[in-house]
């Protein structure tokens, strides 16, 4: 057997068995070397019953005194076993006559299992067991058992086989060692199968605690290898850029000068800056691939329009992408009003409209009419082609992920090259996060808000004083000003967010008679909350109640006052969004926060974030802090691609020296850089064609 083998040629894995396992993403010998566990167990060690804790997993050995059934509302089989230091009951809910009938007194039973306390003491319920014959040794363990990834119809103990039947097809053919050994031995690293063989069978003195934690020298040497084969994936995909052909958008110089000088407002010189570092990239014969950074308010959005019509100017298509409706309309209605006046009317794609006016726009995008389009994900959906697509702009990137990224490239690609690429975000992302997660990407960022924005002022107020907030609700609206009311957002619920978002909207409308409320939430049909959105933008509504569809890029100046319900319940990043939805005019704005005491000590830290800054990069800075390195930073947040090993947060000590051995490796030998990615990425690559 060979490690590239498919994994029919090993013992017990038929075509049935192996379908099962493409699910884990398993397909040939060496993928199982791969499939790391996800915790372990020590069944290296009996434990006695005397000194069993409750909540622990362990593994007892003992004389069976008896076995009975009995009916507690439904039919129980109970053993009780005794190891001289205590008894312990095995219970059974499922059972064969001959599975009861096993269990003879006097037989000695080794068992695992999670330790519950009963009404007779400690039990186990449905344990693993194993009956032993006489003078037969309780056979322990020699290694911590791992606990694999699980899927429907494959058992840890089947896959435990497998995986002791790949380590040691490994012992044979061991996989290329790939990392220079320079880089190893500065690391302190093991060997690329010494660290896969100690992974999967460690020894019973290993480090649990470190190993659970992900920092065992073992678990670094993988991640360093996984976060290498992404970072020279999406370095190669930079490269390659460099040489792809794109259409150089050089004319339209006159436009965009009058564009700009008739906005209602003057660009910021970071804004300018910005432009000025999109406009070359664009006049270049290849694909500009750029990220904005800029914090809620900063005004990316005038910038992207402006990119969009230098290359409308040009005569080709641009589309810009957002996340959700609610912002992908606001974009079609503020390109809208800006583009008029020159005779630009942007078309608009999303998922949930009509067939009929959905046929128009596939109709206008694909012959061309449509110079901009507007949408959502519906965007790089199949069956939209464009004319003649040579810049995207994708709005929130951190909403999408890499794919979705090279999805919509895809679609423009054509005879006269790849679009250029714009993509904007308000999640600002520490440095060596950024290395690993933009990779691909240069980055230009917005470090200045427009002038006579004044910091939201936010407070933190418990619930108990709802009464009081309510009343301040209606004084500024009585003095003109307009307020958000966001809900609580539970769990990830859409039902449960729209019932208590429902009854926020009924009990304020009790509280305000005086007042004009609205409500908006993520199960109305698109049109309803865009009349909603658009009643508040113009006034007839002064309280809007939201859940946190609002989050992100929603725009209506005149609100200067925001509650947000639950607020120790929400993430920093998410609470400085929401935050950013006010403070958008010249008038002060205020935060409310209301939340349920008592806070604890991460809410308390949150919130007093919050009341002291108002700048995302620090915001974003806090967060990571605060979650700590055991959190994930999930991969919607990110727009990455999921992670095998490595865990971003966690790991992103490793980037500075990953960024110099890509470096290295990438100058030295292409081949090793290509094995590199194929381990880890697949055959194909993750990122299209690299
Ligand atoms: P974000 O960066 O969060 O996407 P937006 O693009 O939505 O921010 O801009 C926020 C608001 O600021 C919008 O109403 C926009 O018209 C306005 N704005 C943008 N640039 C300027 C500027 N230079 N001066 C004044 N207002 C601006
Ligand atoms: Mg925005």
Redesign the pocket.
Known sequence: MHSESPLTALNGVGPALAKKLEKLSLFRVDDLLFLLPLRYEDRTQLVKVGALVAGTRCLVSGEVLLAETVFRGRRNLLVRISDGSGQLTLRFFHFSRQQQAQFQPGMTVTCFGEVRRGAAGFEMIHPEYRLLRENQDAAMNDSLTPIYPATEGVQQGRLRNLTDQALRSMQESPPAELLPASVTSKLGMPSLAKAIQYLHRPPPDADIEQMLAGRHPCQQRLAFEELLAHYLSLRKLRALAETEDAVALDGGAREVADFIAD??????AA?DRVVDEILSDLSQPHPMMRLIQ??????????AAIACLKAIACGVQAAIMAPTEILAEQHWR?FSEWFRPIGIEPAWLSGSQRAASRRESLQAIADGRAQLVVGTHALFQEGVEFHRLALVVI?EQHRFGVHQRMALRDKGVSNAGHPHQLV?T?TPIPRTLAMAAYADLDTSV?DEL???RQPVSTIAVPQTRRDEIVQRVRSACADGQQAYWVCPLIEESEVLDYQAAQASYEALSEALPDLRVGLVHGRMRPAEKERGMQAFKEGLIQLLVATTVIEV?V?V?NASLMIIENAERMGLSQLHQLR?RVG?GAAQSHCVLLYKPPLGRIAKERLAVLRDTNDGFVVAQRDLELRGPGELLGTRQTGLPDYRIANLVRDADLMPQVQITAGAIAKSSDTTAAAIVRRWLGDAGRYGKV
């Not at 800029?294 to 910038?303: E, N, Q």
Request: charged share 20%; no cysteine.
């Open positions: 906005l209602p407002f003057e660009l910021t804004q800029g914090d809620v308010g900063s005004g990316k959005t005038v910038v503020n709005d904007m308000a917005i427009p002038p006579g890029g725009d100046a950013g958008r």
